[in-house]
């Protein structure tokens, strides 16, 4: 039975890694068309020198320039050709070759001109499949032999040689070709992984952008997958997503990809098909599924100037649609609306600005008795600021300074988060990395994160390519998430944050004590910072329960070996009564108001933050 699975694996791999990592019509044309030029160009170079009387100089050299202009071609014109194209090319190249070796008389120029195969032997196995591959391969072979068992004075022994080098290396191109492809593949299914699928959706956008042929996503997602392996072990659970695989790849044609986008869901991406096609597809999809077993699945189609993830996010939304409207469904994007692509274009004119609200060392400050804005007035010691929280704010160009709570919802609901998130990250953390330090050491910046970014297996991978292009060390680097968005069930959430903690950033939680199951979270998450929520700093002094409350969770906090922060400080009584509870930071209107990156980095006595273009396309979220 073990091995059974075993081979099941090993067909469902070779299956999936039958086509190389980099195949494709553009890459085809781009390789191919590349090899023709260099063999030409090679060619000329060499008839640039004397030659035997026996070699047809002037019709290698026209061959060599001919070949040289279709090279060139090859590139425009062959993404659009049909794939037997791609087949008379290669056997083109080798009839050229071979002709080659023929005109070059027999000598040392035939065995210099034949090794000219060798870039069809390596061709074939990084662009077809292996039937092909191997197909195309036994022609350059046979075409090699023939060619020297007919010329004056070579031997078949000559070609022999040649063609067990070519073989060896065809051989070690398609296994290297394969490992690199093996690399985006599931293990468990043999369909593309995340990595994998990724590659191929840039391929696929290009095309639609290039030939602005319709391109639709589609996630699908096992209705209470959990429960299988719960009840029934996780083998069973694997059996489930192996049977599910094959049943949905058995009915996808050619062109059409399916992946493993990590745990019970899948992506399915269908290049030229509308809308409507696409919504009879996957209705297709979840009836083949296994009797008594249910998906839901969102379907988002690609519009111009979309980003990757701004197209998987769209197909997110809409599977997410699906499940709370009951699961079993299909849910389909509407796309973006006039809103959606103002905001867009906000994000593109680079009206989407960074404020920077201090975060102040509470206890020091009440011992110095600096009680009035600290960055605002020469009588507080700018020392007591120990770093800032980035909020995001829209300098809108006929509203003024829009709060992110008039955008910012709506960013998250219509998928756009993702790329407004990337843009506020990058700009926090290049202000940040400008920063003078405090009396501590380095003064981190703090950015918001909504539960859907931190849904994304890939939200850390992206933190830390943006701290690698700022120069942003991990450690200054504190993500803030809401306790609300804690007690998803997703378990990639809390896998996110202890990626981010191996890279060396903090969490905080923010808003905490108006959840639902704080300290059953707090036993399971990597938290660093505890955020007291802004509706128990205002009720202090009132009579009420907030000031136990407050001293509950900073006792907490200490117990826990955790910071506690207050924010929405607006009174030195507040203030005061935070001290003597025991609350290590704080942050509010009290100090100041959030305010612009060069302002706020002029008031620390350090230089203002080197202006640089914040990509749009990928992270987290700034509210506040």
């Avoid at 060896?168 to 599931?186: E, P």
């Avoid at 391109?215 to 489930?240: E, I, Q, Y």
């Avoid at 700018?382 to 809108?396: C, D, M, N, S, Y």
């Avoid at 920063?435 to 380095?442: M, N, S």
Wanted: net charge neutral; glycine share 10%.
């Amino acid at each position: 039975m073990i091995g059974g699975r075993r081979r099941a694996r090993l067909r469902a791999l070779l299956a999936a890694t039958d086509v190389p990592a980099i195949a494709g019509p553009e890459a085809f044309a781009l390789l191919t068309g590349a090899l023709m030029a260099a063999g030409g160009i090679i060619s000329l170079a060499a008839l640039a020198f004397p030659q035997a009387p026996e070699v047809h100089v002037g019709a290698l050299r026209a061959m060599a320039v001919a070949v040289i202009v279709l090279g060139v071609a090859n590139a425009t014109v062959l993404p659009r050709r049909a794939g037997w194209v791609h087949h008379a090319i290669g056997l083109g190249a080798t009839a050229y070759i071979t002709a080659a070796v023929l005109l070059a008389g027999g000598g040392v120029a035939s065995v210099a001109y034949a090794s000219l195969f060798g870039f069809i032997a390596v061709d074939v196995f990084l662009i077809f499949a292996w039937r092909a591959a191997a197909a195309h391969l036994a022609v350059v072979l046979l075409a090699c032999v023939c060619a020297f068992a007919v010329l004056p004075g070579a031997s078949v022994a000559q070609a022999i040689v040649l063609d067990g080098m070519f073989l060896a290396v065809s051989v070690m191109t398609a296994c290297l070709s394969r490992a690199a492809a093996g690399a985006g593949v599931d293990s468990l299914t043999g369909l593309l992984n995340r990595r994998g699928f990724d590659r191929r959706l840039a391929a696929a956008m290009a095309d639609a952008e290039r030939s602005s042929a319709p391109l639709t996503l589609a996630l699908l997602d096992l209705d209470r997958f959990k429960s299988v392996n719960d009840t029934d072990g996780h083998a069973s659970g694997d059996r489930l997503l192996r049977v599910t695989a094959q049943a949905w790849r058995e009915r996808l044609r050619p062109g059409q990809v399916l992946a493993r986008f990590g745990g019970d869901e899948f992506a399915v991406l269908l290049p030229g098909c509308p809308p409507e096609g696409a919504e009879a597809l996957v209705a297709g999809l979840r009836a083949a599924l296994p009797a008594g077993r249910t998906c839901s699945a969102g379907l988002a189609e690609w519009e111009p100037g979309d980003s990757a993830s701004m197209l998987v996010n769209r197909a997110d939304v809409a599977l997410y649609a699906a499940k709370r409207a009951g699961r079993n469904r299909a849910h389909r994007h509407a796309g973006e609306d006039g809103r959606g692509r103002e905001l867009l274009r906000a994000m593109a004119a680079g009206e989407i600005v960074v404020h920077y609200q201090p975060l102040i060392d509470l206890q020091r400050a009440l011992h110095l008795g600096l009680r009035s804005a600290p960055l605002a007035g020469s009588v507080v010691d700018p020392g007591t600021v120990t770093g800032a929280e980035a909020l995001v704010r829209w300098q809108h160009p006929t509203r003024g300074l829009v709060p992110p709570l008039h955008f910012i919802p709506y960013a998250e609901e219509r998928s756009l988060i993702t790329d407004l998130g990337l843009h506020v990250l990058h700009s926090a953390c290049v202000a940040a990395a400008g920063w003078a330090p405090g009396p501590d050491g380095p003064r981190p910046v703090a950015v918001n994160v909504s539960a859907r970014e931190l849904a994304d297996p890939g939200y850390a991978d992206r933190v830390a390519q943006v701290l690698g292009e700022t120069g942003l060390p991990a450690s200054s680097l504190v993500v803030e998430v809401t306790e609300s968005s804690t007690e998803s069930d997703d378990p990639q959430l809390t896998r996110s944050l202890h990626a981010l903690r191996e890279l060396g950033a903090r969490v905080a939680i923010d808003d905490f004590g108006t959840g639902y199951s704080s300290l059953s979270r707090l036993s399971r998450l990597p938290v660093d910072v505890l955020k007291v929520d802004r509706s128990f700093v205002r009720a202090l002094g009132t009579g009420d329960r907030s000031e136990t409350i407050v001293s509950a969770i900073t006792g907490l906090g200490r117990a826990l070996g955790l910071l506690v922060v207050a924010e929405g400080i607006e009174t030195a009584e507040q203030a005061e009564a935070l001290g003597r509870l025991g609350c290590e930071r704080a942050q509010g209107f009290l100090w100041s108001r959030p305010l612009p990156p060069d302002e706020f980095a002029g008031r620390l006595g350090g230089a203002a933050p080197v202006s640089r273009a914040a990509p749009v396309g990928g992270m987290a979220s700034i509210a506040g």
